[in-house]
């Protein structure tokens, strides 16, 4: 595995006119993805709370046979715990907390030595070593 996919990057499928440079780099890497249980929680937490609709039913379709069944899911663990509290720390002292979130996913990257493809490269520079990219154009 090389990239683990960020929220804004695994929803982008779903939008009505997607980026196609994101479409093309998830078709083009989809052997070499995966992404965090922190943004499987977000993917969920945002489709239950949308109303019973015909978004919803797309949405929860699309996580359990596109997401679910495809993409590997890894976990926040004990190693991405504590580098999370490292780095959490550390920001912390600088003035500069992160948001918890964001932490749990830039350290379950970072601990599996994978590029965190998320459109919002700019929420995740701060964290150290961490190797980012974004597929939007």
Not at 11 to 18: A, D
Not at 72 to 80: G, N, Q, W
Not at 108 to 134: C, M
């Amino acid at each position: 595995m090389k990239y683990l996919l960020d929220t804004n990057v695994l929803s982008e499928s779903l939008k009505l006119t997607p980026d196609n440079s994101v479409i093309f780099m998830l078709e083009k890497h989809q052997h070499e993805i995966v992404t965090a249980a922190p943004v499987w929680h977000e993917l969920q937490y945002g489709c239950k709370r949308l109303p019973p609709s015909r978004k919803r039913e797309v949405i929860e379709v699309f996580l359990l046979d596109v997401v679910k069944k495809n993409i590997f899911i890894l976990p926040y663990d004990d190693r991405a715990a504590e580098w999370h509290a490292k780095e959490r720390a550390r920001l912390s002292l600088k003035g500069k907390p992160p948001p918890f979130v964001d932490g749990q996913i830039a350290a379950i990257a970072k601990i599996n030595d994978l590029v965190l493809v998320t459109r919002n490269v700019e929420d995740f520079k701060l964290f150290s070593g961490l190797k980012s990219e974004n597929w939007h154009t």
